[in-house]
């Protein structure tokens, strides 16, 4: 299984960035593809999910502005953030969430860093 992140990078604040993943190898069945991130001394947390249904969630936080989109017939999620803060500074993985016959497997890329800074 592989999850290969792109699009990280350094950003002014008000910027925008778009990260992409793309999964391959897995051969389960997968219900959701998300972005977490994790800023230096703080825990990991989910920035935005979508799920097989079509259906997002996003942190309290980055609602408004990012979009999770998940192109059709591929293992391939974006996350498309803008008007970023320097608070948004953090390390960004993406993560698939998988099942078969009731069993649960979460995969993770390797991350991608996200800089916020003027």
């Known amino acids: 299984v592989q999850l290969v992140e792109s699009g990280g990078g350094l950003v002014q604040p008000g910027g925008s960035l778009r990260l992409s993943c793309a999964a391959s190898?897995?051969?389960?069945?997968?219900?959701?593809m998300a972005w977490y991130r994790q800023a230096p001394g703080k825990q990991r947390e989910l920035v935005a999910a979508?799920?097989?249904?079509?259906?997002?969630n996003y942190a309290d936080s980055v609602k408004g502005r990012c979009t999770i989109s998940r192109e059709n017939g591929k293992n391939t999620v974006h996350l498309q953030m803008n008007s970023l803060k320097l608070e948004d500074t953090a390390v960004y993985y993406c993560?698939?969430?998988?099942?078969?016959?009731?069993?649960?497997?979460?995969?993770w890329g390797q991350g991608t860093q996200v800089t916020v800074s003027s």
């Open positions: 979508i799920i097989s249904d079509g259906s997002t």
């Open positions: 190898g897995i051969i389960f069945s997968i219900y959701a």
């Open positions: 993560n698939v969430w998988a099942t078969n016959d009731s069993k649960e497997y979460y995969y």
